[in-house]
Nanobody, 118 residues
Framework: EVQLQASGGGSVQAGESLRLSCVRSGFHYDEYAIGWFRQAPGKGREGVACASDGKIWYADSVKGRFVIASDNAENTEYLQMNSLKPEDTATYYC?????????????WGQGTQVTVSS
């Protein structure tokens, strides 16, 4: 059974950093594309970052500020979020078997809330 367990959200001031973690089980790290989506109140779901076959994709809104990384020994994905802005406020979801162009994924973790104050 595929499971994704996200954590690490919180409330920070603009300019600060947070690191989200996602512990995966039930699949090998190179079996599926993995990554992160977010959804802000009243807005649609947005792909944030995705890693697959050694390639990494970032949404334009987070390029240069967010970094996706994997610790395969720990079966954990990370999203390092730096220079956070109020517009980054959203519920963040880790996901597996991602089709980023279609804004969808097969497997989802529970969301973790990120709130950035100005």
């Amino acid at each position: 059974e595929v499971q994704l367990q996200a954590s690490g959200g919180g409330s920070v001031q603009a300019g600060e950093s947070l690191r989200l973690s996602c512990v995966r089980s039930g699949f090998h790290y190179d079996e599926y594309a993995i990554g992160w989506f977010r959804q802000a109140p009243g807005k649609g779901r947005e792909g944030v970052a995705c890693a697959s076959d050694g390639k990494i994709w970032y949404a334009d809104s987070v390029k240069g500020r967010f970094v996706i990384a994997s610790d395969n020994a720990e079966n954990t994905e990370y999203l390092q979020m730096n220079s956070l802005k109020p517009e980054d406020t959203a519920t963040y979801y880790c996901a597996g078997d991602i089709a980023i162009a279609d804004n969808r994924a097969t497997f989802w973790g529970q969301g973790t809330q990120v709130t950035v104050s100005s």
